[in-house]
C-alpha cells in the first residue's frame, strides 16, 4: 500500500481538491468510503509482486502524458487493485468499478454525453408517449405538444442515475464476491435499468406538467423511477459466492526501486500547449461596447480568457481555436470557486451561430458542424 501512495504522489492532491472544489458533485466521495469500509478487517494475503508491478507500469506508462482525471485513475485503480488482493488473495472487479467511481468524473460526464443523452432521452419519451396516443415532437432537447414546452435539461440528462445505478451494482459486486464475468452483466443490467428510468422519468414529467399541470411533482416522479430501477437491479444480482481461498503468498520481492522511480515521475512537466493565434478581443457586443478590465492566465488553457465591463454589466469572455474540455460550463467553475452563480452563457462560432450548453458545442464544433474560432460569453450580475 505504501508503494502505490508513494509512486502515485500526484495523484492524492489532486483528487482531494477536486473532491473539495465544488466543481464536481461529490458522489466519488461515497464510493470512497465504501471502499475504506469493504478493506475494513484483517489481511487475508501477502503483497503479490506481480499485481503492484503491473500497476506501478501502468501508472508510469501514461501519467505524463494524459489529463490529470486519467492518471487518477489509474492511481485508483492501482491503489484499490493491491488493496483487494491483500484483503481476499485475488483482485475482484467490483472493488475496480467502485475505485473508477470515486473519481470527481460526473462533470466531466456531463461536458461530453450530457447533449446526447438529452436527445437520446427526448426522442425515446417521444416515442413511447406516441405509443399512448399523444402526438409529441421532439423539437431538440425538448418536446412539444399542444404548443406548450418540456425542456430536458442538464439534471435530466440521466447521467446522475446512471452513475447511481452502476454504483449499487458496483457496490453488490464487491460485497456479494461476484466474479468477472456476472459484474459485467449485473453492469450491463444497470445501464439499461438507468436509461429505462430516465426514460420513465421523462415520460411522467410529461404528464404532471403538461397535462396535469402539477410541476411540484417533478422531483416525485424522479424518486420513484430511480428506486424502482434499484429494487429491480437488486432483484438481478446473483447470490452471494462464497470467498475464494486466497492465494498462497509468494516470496516478498523488493518493489521500492520501482516505486521511487515511478515517483520521481511526478515531478517531471509536461511540455507547454502550443500558443495560439489570437486575433484580439472585439470592441463591442450586441452593439454594446466593451472594456476590458483584465486578462485571467489559467495554465494549459488553450485560448484567452478576459473579464469585461459593458455598460456597468459584468461579462467574462473565453476565446478558443479547437473544441477542448477546458471550456466548461460556467456554473461548474463559480462553484469550484465558491461563488454563487446568476447568469448566462453562451458560445458562438465564426459564423454567428449560438449555443447555450457546452456539451452541445464540443460535438457541433468536434463533428464539424461548427466553424471557430469560438467565443464564450458570460453574463453575470456580480
Same mark, same amino acid.
Given at each position: 500500500?505504501?508503494?502505490?501512495?508513494?509512486?502515485?504522489?500526484?495523484?492524492?492532491?489532486?483528487?482531494?481538491?477536486?473532491?473539495?472544489?465544488?466543481?464536481?458533485?461529490?458522489?466519488?466521495?461515497?464510493?470512497?468510503?465504501?471502499?475504506?469500509?469493504?478493506?475494513?478487517?484483517?489481511?487475508?494475503?501477502?503483497?503479490?509482486?506481480?499485481?503492484?508491478?503491473?500497476?506501478?507500469?501502468?501508472?508510469?506508462?501514461?501519467?505524463?502524458?494524459?489529463?490529470?482525471?486519467?492518471?487518477?485513475?489509474?492511481?485508483?485503480?492501482?491503489?484499490?487493485?493491491?488493496?483487494?488482493?491483500?484483503?481476499?488473495?485475488?483482485?475482484?472487479?467490483?472493488?475496480?468499478?467502485?475505485?473508477?467511481?470515486?473519481?470527481?468524473?460526473?462533470?466531466?460526464?456531463?461536458?461530453?454525453?450530457?447533449?446526447?443523452?438529452?436527445?437520446?432521452?427526448?426522442?425515446?419519451?417521444?416515442?413511447?408517449?406516441?405509443?399512448?396516443?399523444?402526438?409529441?415532437?421532439?423539437?431538440?432537447?425538448?418536446?412539444?405538444?399542444?404548443?406548450?414546452?418540456?425542456?430536458?435539461?442538464?439534471?435530466?440528462?440521466?447521467?446522475?442515475?446512471?452513475?447511481?445505478?452502476? $454504483?449499487?451494482?458496483?457496490?453488490?459486486?464487491?460485497?456479494?464476491?461476484?466474479?468477472?464475468?456476472?459484474?459485467?452483466?449485473?453492469?450491463?443490467?444497470?445501464?439499461?435499468?438507468?436509461?429505462?428510468?430516465?426514460?420513465?422519468?421523462?415520460?411522467?414529467? $410529461?404528464?404532471?406538467?403538461?397535462?396535469?399541470?402539477?410541476?411540484?411533482?417533478?422531483?416525485?416522479?424522479?424518486?420513484?423511477?430511480?428506486?424502482?430501477?434499484?429494487?429491480?437491479?437488486?432483484?438481478?444480482?446473483?447470490?452471494?459466492?462464497?470467498?475464494?481461498?486466497?492465494?498462497?503468498?509468494?516470496?516478498?520481492?523488493?518493489?521500492?526501486?520501482?516505486?521511487?522511480?515511478?515517483?520521481?515521475?511526478?515531478?517531471?512537466?509536461?511540455?507547454?500547449?502550443?500558443?495560439?493565434?489570437?486575433?484580439?478581443?472585439?470592441?463591442?457586443?450586441?452593439?454594446?461596447?466593451?472594456?476590458?478590465?483584465?486578462?485571467?492566465?489559467?495554465?494549459?488553457?488553450?485560448?484567452?480568457?478576459?473579464? $469585461?465591463?459593458?455598460?456597468?454589466?459584468?461579462?467574462?469572455?473565453?476565446?478558443?481555436?479547437?473544441?477542448?474540455?477546458?471550456?466548461?460550463?460556467?456554473?461548474?467553475?463559480?462553484?469550484?470557486?465558491?461563488?454563487?452563480?446568476?447568469?448566462?452563457?453562451?458560445?458562438?462560432?465564426?459564423?454567428?451561430?449560438?449555443?447555450?450548453?457546452?456539451?452541445?458545442?464540443?460535438?457541433?464544433?468536434?463533428?464539424?458542424?461548427?466553424?471557430?474560432?469560438?467565443?464564450?460569453?458570460?453574463?453575470?450580475?456580480?
Amino acid at each position: 500500500m505504501a508503494l502505490i501512495l508513494l509512486a502515485c504522489w500526484p495523484a492524492w492532491p489532486y483528487l482531494w481538491t477536486r473532491w473539495l472544489d465544488g466543481s464536481d458533485e461529490p458522489l466519488g466521495v461515497m464510493a470512497a468510503l465504501l471502499l475504506l469500509w469493504l478493506g475494513r478487517g484483517p489481511q487475508a494475503s501477502s503483497l503479490n509482486p506481480r499485481t503492484a508491478r503491473i500497476a506501478l507500469t501502468a501508472y508510469a506508462a501514461f501519467c505524463l502524458w494524459t489529463p490529470p482525471l486519467v492518471g487518477a485513475a489509474l492511481a485508483m485503480l492501482s491503489l484499490t487493485a493491491v488493496a483487494c488482493q491483500r484483503r481476499h488473495g485475488r483482485v475482484r472487479p467490483g472493488w475496480l468499478g467502485l475505485a473508477l467511481l470515486a473519481l470527481p468524473s460526473l462533470a466531466s460526464l456531463q461536458f461530453f454525453l450530457g447533449y446526447p443523452a438529452r436527445l437520446a432521452g427526448a426522442q425515446c419519451a417521444s416515442w413511447l408517449l406516441a405509443l399512448q396516443g399523444y402526438q409529441v415532437e421532439r423539437q431538440g432537447v425538448e418536446l412539444a405538444w399542444r404548443g406548450r414546452h418540456l425542456l430536458v435539461d442538464t439534471p435530466c440528462s440521466g447521467l446522475a442515475t446512471l452513475w447511481m445505478m452502476v $454504483f449499487f451494482a458496483m457496490g453488490l459486486a464487491a460485497v456479494r464476491n461476484l466474479n468477472w464475468i456476472h459484474t459485467i452483466r449485473l453492469a450491463g443490467v444497470a445501464l439499461m435499468l438507468a436509461w429505462a428510468a430516465n426514460v420513465l422519468r421523462l415520460t411522467g414529467l $410529461f404528464f404532471s406538467e403538461l397535462v396535469l399541470h402539477r410541476p411540484e411533482l417533478h422531483n416525485a416522479i424522479g424518486l420513484v423511477a430511480c428506486w424502482l430501477a434499484a429494487a429491480l437491479l437488486w432483484a438481478a444480482c446473483p447470490a452471494e459466492r462464497p470467498a475464494a481461498e486466497p492465494a498462497p503468498a509468494q516470496a516478498r520481492q523488493s518493489l521500492w526501486g520501482l516505486a521511487v522511480a515511478v515517483a520521481l515521475l511526478g515531478f517531471v512537466k509536461g511540455s507547454p500547449p502550443a500558443p495560439v493565434d489570437f486575433p484580439g478581443w472585439p470592441q463591442q457586443l450586441a452593439g454594446r461596447p466593451l472594456h476590458l478590465v483584465e486578462e485571467v492566465a489559467v495554465p494549459g488553457f488553450p485560448g484567452r480568457i478576459g473579464r $469585461f465591463d459593458s455598460d456597468g454589466e459584468s461579462l467574462v469572455l473565453r476565446w478558443v481555436n479547437r473544441p477542448t474540455r477546458m471550456l466548461h460550463s460556467s456554473r461548474d467553475c463559480y462553484r469550484a470557486r465558491g461563488l454563487p452563480y446568476q447568469g448566462s452563457e453562451r458560445i458562438f462560432d465564426a459564423d454567428g451561430h449560438c449555443f447555450d450548453d457546452v456539451s452541445q458545442w464540443f460535438w457541433s464544433a468536434a463533428l464539424g458542424r461548427s466553424r471557430g474560432p469560438w467565443l464564450a460569453v458570460t453574463t453575470t450580475n456580480s
